[in-house]
């Protein structure tokens, strides 16, 4: 078998591998928010849309000179942790 095949096969199983630790991942994030729901409720629950819409605003805010890096941060921070992903 020839190098590029071996490293194309490597590579199909590295990612079926990812994709199968991804889907356990989110079954057991799915379980455990059950038991954590006091926490998801603390958080304002907004359309990713609309926090994306967010996203954006802030970033040409920043691109202006309107807000500093800093405060620029730490919203990014809050909304990027608004997002399901």
């Given at each position: 078998?020839?190098?590029?095949?071996?490293?194309?096969?490597?590579?199909?199983?590295?990612?079926?591998?990812?994709?199968?630790?991804?889907?356990?991942?989110?079954?057991?994030?799915?379980?455990?928010?059950?038991?954590?729901?006091?926490?998801a409720d603390s958080a304002p629950v907004q359309p990713q849309g609309e926090v994306l819409a967010q996203l954006a605003?802030?970033?040409?805010?920043?691109?202006?000179?309107?807000?500093?890096?800093?405060?620029?941060?730490?919203?990014?921070?809050?909304?990027?942790?608004?997002?399901?992903?």
């Amino acid at each position: 078998m020839s190098q590029a095949k071996m490293q194309k096969r490597q590579r199909e199983k590295a990612q079926r591998e990812r994709a199968a630790a991804k889907r356990e991942r989110r079954a057991t994030k799915g379980a455990e928010g059950d038991e954590t729901s006091d926490e998801a409720d603390s958080a304002p629950v907004q359309p990713q849309g609309e926090v994306l819409a967010q996203l954006a605003t802030l970033h040409q805010r920043f691109a202006d000179d309107e807000i500093d890096f800093d405060t620029f941060e730490a919203a990014k921070a809050e909304l990027l942790a608004q997002l399901d992903v």
